[in-house]
Nanobody
Framework: QVQLVESGGCLVQAGGSLRLSCVAS????????MGWYRQAPGKQREVVAT???????NSADSVNGRSTIPRDNAKNTVYLQMNSLRPEDTAVYYC????????????????WGQGTQVTVSS
């Protein structure tokens, strides 16, 4: 019923930049918070940055000052712009969104995308 599709993952050199995109589609009634998470090999998934429907953002200390998380509510899309990339940013990046559907509007349910690989070479 609801799909989140990420794109933009790639191989990039340290110091470079990239922009990830995540589009939510399907029987969506409303979207509350959206966010980006990442999981490196052998590590737990961690939050990178989040944004509310009103535009309030939070980001992890590890990316603070190097990332922004713009959002286009009309397109049900959230982006992650990352600059000054480091090898430790290498991970699979996942999009998450809290969504109510046309069929179930009572509560937000968290949906995940399939992930997109970001590899930063030194």
């Amino acid at each position: 019923q609801v799909q989140l599709v990420e794109s933009g993952g790639c191989l990039v050199q340290a110091g470079g930049s990239l922009r990830l995109s995540c589009v939510a589609s399907g029987s969506i009634f409303s979207i509350n918070a959206m966010g980006w998470y990442r999981q490196a090999p052998g590590k737990q998934r961690e939050v990178v940055a989040t944004i509310t429907s009103g535009g309030s953002t939070n980001s992890a200390d590890s990316v603070n000052g190097r990332s922004t998380i713009p959002r286009d509510n009309a397109k049900n899309t959230v982006y992650l712009q990352m600059n000054s990339l480091r090898p430790e940013d290498t991970a699979v990046y996942y999009c998450n969104a809290d969504i109510t559907t046309l069929q179930y509007r009572r509560a937000y349910i968290g949906y995940w995308g399939q992930g997109t690989q970001v590899t930063v070479s030194s």
